[in-house]
């Protein structure tokens, strides 16, 4: 599965990847997690996470895509 996910801080880019660089594949993810957790849509899942990892502050709005799946936006320390 190809697919671009990103994450930026304040509309600067900080993290940007491929669905194909994981180690495992988003199918495996799903299928592990299902044997101890029930899913349901709208379930986010949290893996690891592209270089670019940095410090956030109160007010900064985190912004994260996943081609072809959806968008989230959070402004953190509300």
């Not at 509309?11 to 194909?20: A, I, T």
């Not at 029930?38 to 109160?58: F, K, N, W």
Request: net charge negative.
């Amino acid at each position: 599965m190809r697919g671009r996910i990103s994450l930026s801080i304040n509309g600067e880019d900080r993290q940007v990847g491929d669905l194909s660089d994981m180690i495992w594949s988003v199918a495996e993810i799903i299928a592990a997690l299902s044997r101890f957790v029930a899913l349901a849509p709208g379930d986010l899942i949290m893996t690891g996470t592209p270089s670019g990892v940095g410090p956030v502050g109160r007010g900064d709005v985190i912004h994260a895509v996943c081609a072809g799946v959806g968008e989230l936006s959070v402004t953190y320390g509300r």
